[in-house]
């Protein structure tokens, strides 16, 4: 992994974040940590590392790309992107979370195991939705990916 094409840090915009439940915060956290430790993002005719700010705005996900220097970094570029499309795999998705996590207190594994490879799934769809609606501007893996869906159900929890 380049230095140069990788997200240094992350920053949330926290007034869009609803709180979902400690189980969702939890994810949340271990996305932000994870991405930071371990990513591939590289904007097209920029070099990184990057500052990327994330929020949502009349129902479009902003991604606000910067260079990692100083406070608040410059202004490399600003993407907005259509929530619309990604809609229905968030609101399925918190569906299968909250079945998920209702099963672990009381289900066997075996429907612990179906409830939640449904869930990896449609997050692997929300994560492949988001490497297609970047294509152009910004290449990412899908491990990136993952963990950028996870942190856009956080910013998008009024499905």
Do not use: W
């Not at 996900?61 to 410059?74: F, K």
């Not at 299968?96 to 075996?110: E, G, K, N, V």
């Not at 869930?119 to 963990?147: C, F, P, Q």
């Amino acid at each position: 992994m380049s230095a140069s094409r990788r997200i240094a840090r992350i920053s949330l915009d926290e007034a869009s974040i609803a709180r979902r439940g400690p189980e969702i915060d939890h994810e949340r956290a271990v996305a932000v940590y994870d991405l930071i430790e371990s990513n591939q993002f590289d904007l097209t005719g920029h070099d990184g590392p990057y500052h990327l700010r994330l929020f949502v705005e009349d129902n479009r996900l902003m991604l606000d790309i910067r260079t990692d220097a100083g406070e608040e970094g410059d202004p490399l570029l600003l993407i907005g992107l259509s929530l619309s499309p990604f809609r229905r795999v968030i609101k399925d998705y918190f569906t299968l979370c909250d079945s998920y996590y209702a099963a672990i207190r009381q289900a066997s594994p075996t429907q612990i195991e179906a409830i939640d490879m449904g869930r990896r799934g449609l997050h692997n769809e929300g994560s492949e939705l988001l490497i297609e609606r970047l294509a152009g501007k910004v290449t990412l893996d899908l491990d990136t990916a993952r963990r950028l869906f996870t942190l856009i159900c956080a910013l998008h929890l009024r499905v």
